[in-house]
């Protein structure tokens, strides 16, 4: 009990300086939204059919996979800090799971789970009463179902095939959460909510609601057994070793820059978070690509390269941080063109398998060869461009690979900075094909040209920019990976950490940068694709529904729209970020004048 209690503490007074530090005011618009789609699943709960166990099933899987693409979700109490304790597993386990139920995650699910009450008052006296312990069984369900899933996607990256099969499984999970408008709507064609889903166990907290007590006692076998699997992954974690590399063959090259090229094409096939990165990517795309089959649409399919070239992009956009203080190597190495390198190693590591995919499945569907051939050379150019770029003028300081412990999901501290930074490698690498995408839409073939025009000017460009900041900041950017903080910084917080600012233009931020990809991606950019095959009338594809007169402005405005919620939130983070430093100038100058 003692150290149940040491840890609750300990996990309260972190969220007390969480609160009052940087991180309180994105704590609190998540907590906010959290708030919003809990009461719209307590609505549920007075609807007729399967509404509330689909939404708890939908509340599982979140608790299940968001914490995997958040570098492994709430870990401020590591196992690791108490490795050289001496605790008994299963006290640990149970202690850590105590002070998981601190939080705004745990409180927004509880809210939610309050259907569970609603639900009961249907059955009397008796269910009201069950449905308490009900849900309080039920989030313990969830919480430990995410901590197992973290603990074995864990294990899993410690080997390569588990690597890869993590990067599969994630990827198509998030791919169907992504496109969960086509599923809702073939559901919806179907009339009826699979029955299977009231007796997941997200239902069955419902079901001992309804007068099965035994799904009571289910869920308290399922919480001890899911204790005693993360009791025994906790042991495994706390004294987990890095993976062997022995028997590899030695790197071999005859100048500086064929030797950053052969390291880097190593470190993407020993580095077993890129490869789970690049397997997600892969999956993600096309899956996403090929969610509409579900509904007869086949349209999607040659969007399969471009999506993976933009995630592949996305996921390597802090590649300097990543790699840690391994940097040192490069600035010692005389005439070593690092940048110039580590593009021509991303090509060979994307370009391949990103033309393959949309030459094979434009192939299937017939087209439209303009726009994929115009935007694939753009967004290869684009994102071995941008991706070092952004990488040397936002470096997030990362984790050192040989220190990422039992975690290897959690490559940096600072994980609101990486979430920032690879919404805005999308952003970017889809803009980098914008001009080449618009060509081809209104004069066909013409796009291609442009296209790898673009791209070519994306890759020597940003490439050189890059290489400039390296040259000039290398070494200050080496002793931001060593320590964390940069030259004059007091929080060591990264470029694209959320600045203070008032909570309505907060909330403005959140959703121009959430949801700008719907409009622009979509209904758009898609929208346009369909028009250019000539497919109308498809599912909620706006464009393809209005007058012939309408159809092309309506998409163009789309495109428009997104791009302008994208820059909306830039703007107001640029100013805010401007107001923040102007503040920290005036406080550094004010002891100076005080001073006789």
């Known amino acids: 009990m003692a150290v149940v209690m040491t840890l ?4 309260l007074a972190i969220l007390r ?3 009052k530090g940087p991180q309180g005011s994105t704590m609190s618009s998540a907590g906010v939204l959290g708030v919003l789609i809990a009461g719209g699943t307590v609505y549920l709960a007075f609807l007729d059919g399967d509404w509330l166990p689909a939404a708890y099933a939908v509340w599982m899987l979140g608790w299940i996979i968001g914490p995997v693409f958040s570098g492994g979700g709430d870990e401020s109490l590591r196992p690791e800090f108490f490795s050289a304790i001496g605790l008994r597993p299963y006290r640990l386990a149970a202690g850590l799971l105590t002070a998981a139920f601190i939080g705004v995650a745990p409180v927004v699910s509880l809210l939610a789970l309050a259907g569970l009450v609603v639900a009961g008052t249907r059955e009397g006296v ?5 449905a308490v312990p009900a849900m309080v069984l039920q989030l313990a369900v969830f919480v430990l179902l995410s901590r197992v899933a973290v603990a074995l996607l864990g294990v899993a990256l410690g080997s390569r095939v588990g690597a890869i099969g993590a990067g599969v499984i994630n990827g198509v999970i998030l791919a169907i959460l992504g496109q969960g408008w086509v599923f809702a709507v073939a559901l919806g064609q179907g009339g009826q909510i699979p029955e299977f889903v009231r007796y997941l166990p997200s239902g069955w907290g419902l079901l001992a609601v309804e007068g099965n007590l035994l799904a009571l006692v289910a869920m308290a076998v399922l919480i001890v057994l899911l204790l005693g699997a993360w009791a025994a992954l906790l042991t495994r974690r706390t004294g987990a070793d890095l993976p062997s590399t022995r028997g590899r063959r030695p790197m071999r090259a005859a100048t500086a820059r064929q030797a950053v090229i052969a390291k880097e094409l190593r470190t993407w096939t020993r580095d077993l978070v890129r490869t789970h ?10 899956c996403f690509a090929a969610a509409p089959l579900a509904l007869g649409i086949p349209d999607m399919l040659p969007l399969a390269g471009p999506i993976f070239i933009a995630m592949a992009a996305s996921l390597s956009a802090n590649t300097y941080g990543t790699d840690g203080t391994a940097h040192w190597l490069t600035l010692l190495t005389p005439g070593a063109s690092d940048v110039r390198g580590r593009q021509l190693a991303w090509l060979a590591a994307v370009g391949p398998v990103a033309v393959l995919l949309t030459v094979a499945f434009t192939l299937v569907t017939g087209g439209p060869w303009p726009l994929v051939l115009s935007a694939t050379p753009a967004l290869l150019g684009g ?7 952004v990488s040397v003028y936002g470096l997030v300081p990362g984790i050192d690979p040989r220190n990422r412990g039992g975690n290897p ?3 940096s501290e600072d994980e609101g900075s990486l979430t920032g930074m690879a ?13 080449a995408v618009t060509v081809a839409a209104m004069f066909g073939w013409w796009g291609v040209p442009v296209g790898v025009a673009t791209g070519v000017l994306c890759y020597w460009g940003f490439g050189l920019l890059a290489e400039r900041r390296l040259t000039a900041r290398g070494a200050e950017l080496l002793q931001v990976m060593r320590t964390g903080r940069r030259p004059g910084s007091i929080t060591g917080k990264s470029s694209f950490a959320m600045p203070k600012m008032s909570k309505p233009r907060e909330f403005i931020v959140t959703v121009c940068v959430t949801l700008g990809a719907i409009p622009l991606i979509p209904q758009g950019v898609v929208a346009m694709t369909m028009l250019s095959d000539g497919q109308l009338g498809h599912t909620w594809f706006l464009a393809t529904h209005m007058p012939p007169a309408l159809r092309w402005p309506t998409a163009i405005v789309m495109v428009l729209l997104g791009l302008g919620m994208y ?6 983070w640029r100013q805010a970020k401007k107001q923040a430093a102007g503040a920290r100038a005036e406080a550094r100058e004010e002891p100076q004048e005080a001073a006789p």
């Not at 008796?126 to 069950?130: A, E, F, K, L, R």
């Not at 990165?277 to 096309?286: C, N």
């Not at 994102?383 to 770029?389: E, F």
């Not at 820059?567 to 107001?572: K, S």
């Open 567 to 572: 820059t909306t939130g830039f703007l107001l």
């Open 277 to 286: 990165q690049m397997a997600f990517a892969l999956t993600y795309g096309v």
């Open 423 to 435: 919404y805005l490698m999308l952003l970017l690498v889809a803009c980098s094909a914008a001009p």
């Open 409 to 411: 999901l959690r490559t």
């Open 383 to 389: 994102g071995a461009g941008l991706v070092l770029l």
């Open 8 to 11: 609750v503490q300990m996990k």
């Open 17 to 19: 300086h969480a609160v």
């Open 126 to 130: 008796v269910g009201v009463v069950v």
